[in-house]
């Protein structure tokens, strides 16, 4: 793709230098063409006619080559930041130009440098966040597998669950990562339609019944009689709440989650308040970044790999939604988004 770029850029460069010398060409034939005639009309000699054509075409080359060269070292120097762009230098830019045209092309291509150099940025960190994900489980079978191998130990019903475990949780983070590359890269299509909320609610919270009881975490639902309802896909809402509902529910023992929904403008709320053991001020703004969690250890205990909130809030943005949150260490967290109302 690099190669193929490089090749029109360097096409297009030449293109414009022959154009530019075929108007050379064009500016002296019409300078000489001019003087002849000039000298012609006012009955000069020939002698004197020729002189004044080769004066005539030097001032003209002069105005015509200093001309095209003010047009083209601009070109010439955003060429080179292509090029070395191309070449994998993801910092290179074309500098300021005095010509406006030509200034707004090399801020074009300066705005599609930075994004691709984001977008590699953030393939570089997935890919790093990925291999560090998928060591650990990946690490603790092919331990066992030695151990049992060498005759160091003998298959038991706990070495069995543990393996089990980490085998889904291979699973799981391998899921994660599809249902987030579909995501942010805009390959998961959403099936929009009025939904009532109400039902989904409902069901979700006899779904988490179990789960709670086993937390001791005690599950409210507040909602009005009369929500109106959404416009939304119904799996990407339920998906949404399911993944709040069950970070509160395991981050809050002994505690309380309560789900609450309103009306406001043309959009509905829905907040996931819990109280828990709550997240610090200065960790707020990384709660949505993939594989992020603010204590490590929560991925051993609840089987977690940091992908499920920045799945959620992109699903929330692909609704036309915004998500927040508002935490207190020690004290709980609120985490809310909005859907647009079905007109």
């Not at 650990?136 to 030695?146: D, K, Q, R």
Request: net charge positive; charged share 20%.
């Amino acid at each position: 793709m690099a190669k193929c770029n490089m090749f029109l850029v360097n096409h297009w460069t030449l293109s414009l230098k022959l154009r530019l010398l075929l108007s050379h060409l064009s500016v002296m034939l019409l300078g000489i063409s001019i003087v002849n005639l000039v000298s012609h009309l006012s009955g000069q000699n020939f002698q004197d006619g020729v002189v004044a054509a080769l004066v005539s075409l030097l001032s003209v080359s002069a105005v015509s080559i200093l001309t095209s060269r003010i047009i083209i070292r601009p070109l010439l120097t955003m060429e080179k930041a292509m090029q070395a762009f191309a070449g994998g230098d993801l910092t290179a830019r074309a500098p300021h130009i005095s010509i406006p045209e030509i200034n707004r092309l090399a801020s074009s291509f300066n705005h599609l440098a930075i994004s691709l150099q984001g977008i590699e940025e953030r393939r570089q960190e997935l890919t790093s966040d990925m291999a560090h994900e998928l060591r650990s489980p990946i690490t603790v079978i092919h331990g066992y597998l030695e151990m049992l191998n060498t005759g160091m130990t003998q298959m038991t019903a706990e070495i069995q669950r543990q393996m089990s475990e980490e085998a889904e949780r291979l699973i799981r983070l391998v899921d994660d990562l599809l249902e987030l590359s579909k995501v942010e890269t805009g390959y998961l299509p959403l099936r929009l339609q009025p939904l009532p909320l109400a039902p989904i609610f409902k069901k979700i919270v006899t779904t988490f019944r179990a789960a709670s009881l086993q937390a001791n975490c005690q599950l409210q639902l507040r909602i009005p009689n009369h929500l109106p309802p959404v416009y939304a896909d119904r799996d990407r809402i339920k998906q949404i709440l399911i993944n709040l509902i069950g970070n509160a529910i395991t981050y809050t023992p002994n505690g309380i989650v309560t789900i609450r929904a309103w009306l406001q403008g043309d959009y509905v709320w829905i907040a996931v308040t819990d109280t828990g053991i709550g997240i610090a001020q200065e960790d707020l703004p990384k709660v949505f970044e993939r594989f992020w969690r603010a204590d490590p250890s929560r991925n051993a205990r609840t089987g977690g790999n940091g992908i499920g909130l920045a799945i959620t809030k992109r699903l929330v943005q692909l609704h036309n939604g915004k998500i927040e949150v508002e935490s207190e260490l020690g004290k709980g967290s609120m985490f809310r988004f909005s859907i647009p109302r079905a007109v």
